[in-house]
């Protein structure tokens, strides 16, 4: 049953969001919910104190989100407190405001394992109203809008508050754990195929034959804009390579869960980490915006120094 503070939430612009971590997710649905309206949203990131923060730091104020000072400073007074750090921190940053907690839904959308998810949700079952979250799709350019999926026994209770604000919510079955099972294992084909595209095509182009096993390949899938598929799955490898990875070792930890060995996955974990680290490169910075000839081109230049 819905009580009071539930349906207060609900009214329009009255529910306040804080964010912890304040990567590009965080900033994505920070900035679609106060497009929709929502007036009061803080959030906080491990590295606003440091060199590295102040771009985070710039966003928020851009966005019009408000910077905390701590942790807890940004928890304070919230309704809903969304996890969006890195993989590897879920569970740390669950534990840094559980003392700051007073029953508040704690939507936990970081790619973590299933096992990871229930550990969260009983180290805060009795600080707050837990929520297995999933993004299922980029959060460019839906913002607050793209798919997320829910599961726990809290679920329900919050997804009146979010559908009001125009967010797209579907619901897993099974409890905690339910809705990261579905997008771990997904993960390995999503982030697998990546991997595969890297590798492919920077064989291919080696081989002076790039333009030849695309083509080769709109024979096989052609339902595939392989054009499309390559730029895209180039840039976001050399984006977010090194995030990707502790994803995918998140999703490794999830098939042992499972009873399956992750042969192929620590694989991509491996790809998917090179490409990360070649993106840094300023080479391979530069030409992320001009398409898989510039990326490639990049890519061998950089291996071959």
């Known amino acids: ?78 309704d809903v407190v969304v996890a969006a750090v890195t993989a590897a921190s879920s569970l740390e940053a669950a534990r840094s405001v559980k003392p700051h907690l007073s029953g508040q839904f704690y939507l936990d959308i970081n790619s973590v394992s299933p096992g990871r998810k229930k550990e969260t949700a009983k180290e805060l079952a009795a600080s707050a109203r837990y929520v297995d979250a999933a993004v299922m799709a980029p959060v460019h350019p839906a913002k607050h809008k793209t798919p997320i999926l829910l599961a726990g026994e809290h679920a329900q209770a919050i997804g009146p508050l979010l559908t009001g604000l125009g967010m797209k919510l579907s619901y897993a079955e099974g409890g905690i754990g339910a809705a990261a099972a579905i997008k771990m294992v997904r993960g390995v084909m999503i982030k697998g195929i990546e991997a595969l595209t890297a590798e492919c095509f920077i064989a291919a182009q080696r081989a002076g034959v790039a333009d030849q096993v695309m083509t080769s390949l709109s024979n096989n899938y052609p339902a595939l804009d392989w054009a499309k598929v390559i730029d895209y799955n180039l840039e976001r490898m050399a984006s977010h390579g090194i995030r990707r990875a502790a994803e995918m070792e998140e999703v490794a930890d999830t098939l042992r869960e499972l009873g399956v060995e992750p042969r192929m996955t620590l694989a991509i974990v491996d790809r998917q980490r090179e490409m990360g680290e070649l993106g840094k490169q300023p080479a391979l910075r530069e030409a992320k915006t001009q398409g898989r000839a510039a990326m490639l081109n990049a890519i061998n230049e950089v291996e071959s120094e």
């Open 1 to 78: 049953m819905m009580n009071a503070k539930d349906a207060d939430m609900i009214r329009p612009n009255t529910p306040r969001f804080c964010f912890i971590g304040f990567g590009e997710a965080g900033q994505a649905l920070a900035s679609g919910l106060r497009e929709a309206g929502v007036e009061t949203i803080s959030a906080w990131d491990i590295l606003f104190p440091e060199s590295d923060g102040k771009p985070l730091k710039q966003a928020g104020e851009k966005i019009g989100v408000r910077v905390g000072s701590s942790a807890a400073d940004a928890v304070r007074g919230s």
